[in-house]
């Protein structure tokens, strides 16, 4: 069993940047693959970015990537999600995820074991 919680949420102008953190309970944190994922008002969850838990080899959507950065830290048992160059279309609920299959596709919802509560980003124009 994993637990997961996100902090780093709030509000941030457009153009800005946030750290969201996501810290996990558990000693087999290494063990598991990482995603952030984001969920906008009326719209369903989409992937953002993921994190390997071997290589620490990193995947993001279309839509962040050059802006977005996911690491990870397994001393810590912590994820973080860099934004930079934020802008109101980024605006949603990030959750972060985790799961022990490798096997399955790291940007679908269904792949992932383990959900945190969320945390609220919006951006201002």
């Known amino acids: 069993q994993v637990q997961l919680v996100e902090s780093g949420g709030g509000l941030v102008q457009a153009g800005g940047s946030r750290r969201l953190s996501c810290a996990a309970s558990?000693?087999?944190?290494?063990?598991?693959?990482m995603g952030w994922f984001r969920q906008a008002p009326g719209k369903e969850r989409e992937f953002v970015a993921r994190i390997s838990a071997s290589r620490g080899t990193t995947f993001y959507a279309d839509s962040v990537k050059g802006r977005f950065t996911i690491s990870r830290d397994n001393a810590k048992n912590t994820v973080y999600l860099q934004m930079n160059s934020l802008n109101p279309d980024d605006t949603a609920v990030y959750y972060c995820?985790?799961?022990?299959?490798?096997?399955?596709?790291?940007?679908?919802?269904?792949?992932?074991?383990?959900w945190g509560q969320g945390t609220q980003i919006t951006v201002s124009s």
């Open positions: 995820a985790a799961k022990m299959s490798s096997s399955r596709s790291s940007w679908l919802v269904s792949s992932y074991d383990y």
């Open positions: 558990g000693r087999t944190f290494s063990s598991y693959t």
